[in-house]
C-alpha cells in the first residue's frame, strides 16, 4: 500500500464573530496577508516533511474563494514542492478541468511538473465541486460535458503527436503542440475525485484511472460507494486492483487516546463546523438525475451532521487516538474499503504547527509501519465484497 500526507492549507484566523459561509461570500477582508505569509510557509514545511518521514506521496488540491483550503492553483503549491523534495510522488487533485479554457494550459502545466519532478507526477482531472461554479460563473448544466470534452483534449494533447486540430462542444483549437510533453509515457497517472456519481466511477473504470473518494461522510457511505466502484471495476473487464482505489481521513496521533482527542478536538471542530459551511452548495443540474438519487442516500450522512464527539468516532469522520488505536481503525476500514491507498489529512482547521508536525513524526513512526506490513500489496478486494 501507499501513504500520502495530504495538506488543504486552511485560512485558521477566521473571527470568533464571523457567522457566514467559508465559501464563495466568505469576505475577502478577512484574510490577513501577513498572516497568510506565514501560513503559506509553515505549510510547505509541513508537506516537505513527508519526504523525510519516508510517506509515499503529497497531495495538494484546488478551491476558489473561500477559507477552507487556500490553494486556488495547486500547480503553483505542486510547483514549490517539485524542486524541494527528490523522491515523494506529488499528486495535484485539481485541476478543475471546466474551469480551464482552453484545457491545453492543464496539459502543459501537469507535463513540466512531471518533466521537472523526473516523472513524480500523479495528475488529477477534477469535475470541481459545486461552489466553484458560483465562483466562475459556469453554467452547472455544462459541467461534465465540459469535462469529458476536457479531458479527451488533455489526453489527445498528451498521445497525438502535434500539431493536430480540434473541435469539439465547447472547445475549437486550430494547433494543438504542447511543448513539453510529460515524462512519464503514455502520461502520467490520473487520478479521479468522487463523492459517488455513477458516471465517474463508469469513466474511472472504463479508463483505469485511479478513483478517490471525496471525504468527509460517514463510513457507512464509503462502504456503499466503495462496493459500488468495485463492481463497477471488475464489470468493466479488470483485474481487482486495490490500488486504483484511494481513501481520505484526517487523523490524529498522540501518546493516548485521551490525551489525542484534547489536543485535537477544539481545531477539528473549527474545521467541521465553520471551514465546512457551504461546502454542499450544489447548483441546479451539477448532478445527473441519475446520480443525484444515488447520492441521495448520503444525505444527513455528511460530517455537518456530527453533533457529538461521539458521532464524530463512531462515523469514522475522524481517525485519532494512540498509535495502537489509529492503526486498528485504519486497517479495519481499509480492509473494508478494499482501498490500497491512504491520503492522511494530518492537519485540519487551526492545529497549530507542533502539533502537526508531532501528529505526522507519531505516525510516520508507529502507524505507517504497521500499516505496510499488514497490506503489503493493499487490501484483497476478496476481503472486501
Known amino acids: 500500500m501507499e501513504v500520502f500526507s495530504f495538506h488543504l492549507m486552511p485560512y485558521a484566523y477566521l473571527p470568533d464573530d464571523y457567522e457566514g459561509s467559508a465559501w464563495i461570500t466568505v469576505p475577502n477582508a478577512l484574510y490577513d496577508p501577513v498572516k497568510g505569509q506565514a501560513l503559506y510557509h509553515r505549510y510547505l514545511d509541513e508537506l516537505e516533511a513527508a519526504e523525510p518521514l519516508g510517506f509515499d506521496g503529497v497531495v495538494v488540491n484546488e478551491h476558489h474563494q473561500n477559507a477552507y483550503g487556500l ?19 506529488i499528486a495535484v487533485v485539481g485541476n478543475a478541468l471546466p474551469l480551464y479554457n482552453p484545457p491545453t494550459r492543464v496539459a502543459e502545466e501537469y507535463a513540466i511538473l512531471d518533466v521537472v519532478t ?32 476536457a479531458l479527451d483534449l488533455i489526453i489527445a494533447a498528451w498521445t497525438t503527436p502535434g500539431p493536430f486540430e480540434f473541435h469539439g462542444e465547447f472547445f475549437h483549437l486550430r494547433y494543438v503542440n504542447p511543448w ?51 463492481e ?66 448520503a444525505i444527513g450522512q455528511f460530517l455537518l451532521a456530527a453533533r457529538t464527539w461521539d458521532d464524530v468516532v463512531e462515523g469514522g469522520y475522524a481517525i485519532v487516538g494512540s498509535p495502537a488505536t489509529v492503526t486498528q481503525r485504519l486497517v479495519d476500514h481499509m480492509g473494508a474499503l478494499g482501498a490500497g491507498r491512504l491520503l492522511g489529512l494530518f492537519q485540519v482547521g487551526s492545529l497549530p504547527h507542533d502539533l502537526t508536525m508531532k501528529n505526522l513524526g507519531l505516525f510516520a513512526e508507529q502507524v505507517m509501519p ?6 503489503p500489496t493493499g487490501p484483497a478486494w476478496a476481503e472486501a465484497a
Not at 249 to 271: G, S
Request: overall charge positive; charged content about 25%; glycine content about 10%.
Open 180 to 230: 513539453p510533453r510529460p515524462l512519464q509515457q503514455p502520461h502520467p497517472p490520473i487520478w479521479v475525485p468522487g463523492v459517488g456519481s455513477l458516471e465517474t466511477m463508469e469513466m474511472v473504470a472504463d479508463r483505469g484511472f485511479g478513483y478517490c473518494g471525496l471525504p468527509y461522510f460517514h463510513m457507512d457511505v464509503f462502504e456503499r460507494n466503495y462496493r459500488l466502484f468495485r
Open 71 to 89: 490553494m486556488p492553483s495547486p500547480n503553483l503549491f505542486a510547483a514549490m514542492l517539485a524542486r524541494r523534495t527528490e523522491r515523494v510522488k
Open 232 to 297: 463497477t471495476w471488475l464489470g468493466a473487464g479488470r483485474d481487482a486492483d486495490p490500488m486504483s482505489l484511494s481513501w481520505f481521513a484526517p487523523i490524529y496521533v498522540a501518546d493516548t487516546d485521551e490525551q489525542a482527542r484534547a489536543e485535537y478536538e477544539e481545531h477539528f471542530w473549527y474545521f467541521a463546523r465553520r471551514l465546512l459551511d457551504g461546502v454542499q452548495a450544489s447548483p441546479p443540474g451539477y448532478t445527473t438525475a441519475r446520480s443525484a438519487k444515488h447520492l441521495s442516500q
Open 370 to 375: 504497521a500499516l505496510r506490513k499488514e497490506f
Open 118 to 149: 523526473g516523472g513524480r507526477l500523479i495528475a488529477g482531472m477534477v469535475v470541481g465541486g459545486g461552489p466553484e461554479y458560483f465562483s466562475f460563473g459556469i453554467n452547472p448544466t455544462e459541467a461534465r460535458r465540459r469535462y469529458a470534452e
